[in-house]
């Protein structure tokens, strides 16, 4: 933890200089708050979905439709967490080198000025078209539908982890290992360690 005005506050868990704008594909991994059990449970190695966890699965597969040139892959919906893939492909970024980055994510240094508050928020605030845009959103819609519907205790965790899928063939272990989630449930569901982050 560092200190920014003299408050600590936490280190991101994202890349340093990568650009998660680009495309590429990332496997992401949200946990609830407190890895409450609020999606269902596991019976015989299969996800029996709660109203939540059916609403939280409804909204992934919707992701596409909210957050232009994005597509999802493998996912699954388990008690207390979502694995997923999301593959941006942005058809105007491909084989291009971008050299206009700027990393969204820094509140350090003299870049951040107490006198324009909006213009500073921009740069703290995901881009749009981002990894972390798309998850804010589908946490946001999933949160909002609890609190419409007399779920008003439920809550994410803060920060969600993510994977760069690179090409050195790691894509079909990564399916493997969503898709055969919940046969390991039994082993893995009070050992935080076991949630591949």
Request: aromatic share 14%.
């Amino acid at each position: 933890m560092t200190l920014f005005k003299n408050k600590y506050r936490v280190e991101s868990t994202r890349l340093p200089n990568h650009d998660y704008s680009q495309n590429g594909w990332y496997f992401v991994t949200i946990c609830t708050y407190e890895r409450q059990w609020l999606f269902g449970d596991v019976v015989n190695s299969q996800v029996n979905l709660s109203e939540i966890g059916k609403i939280a699965a409804k909204f992934w597969d919707e992701i596409p439709q909210h957050s232009q040139n994005t597509y999802i892959d493998a996912y699954v919906i388990m008690p207390n967490h979502v694995h997923g893939i999301i593959v941006i492909d942005n058809p105007e970024c491909r084989d291009v080198v971008r050299r206009d980055f700027a990393c969204n994510v820094s509140t350090s240094g003299d870049d951040f000025d107490d006198t324009d508050v909006y213009r500073n928020l921009s740069k703290i605030s995901p881009k749009a078209g981002s990894l972390s845009a798309v998850i804010r959103s589908y946490k946001s819609a999933v949160t909002r539908w609890c609190n419409m519907n007399g779920y008003p205790n439920f809550a994410w965790q803060q920060r969600f982890f993510d994977h760069i899928i690179r090409a050195d063939g790691s894509l079909d272990k990564i399916r493997e290992y969503i898709i055969s989630n919940p046969r390991k449930w039994e082993y893995d569901q009070n050992n935080s360690a076991g949630l591949w982050m």
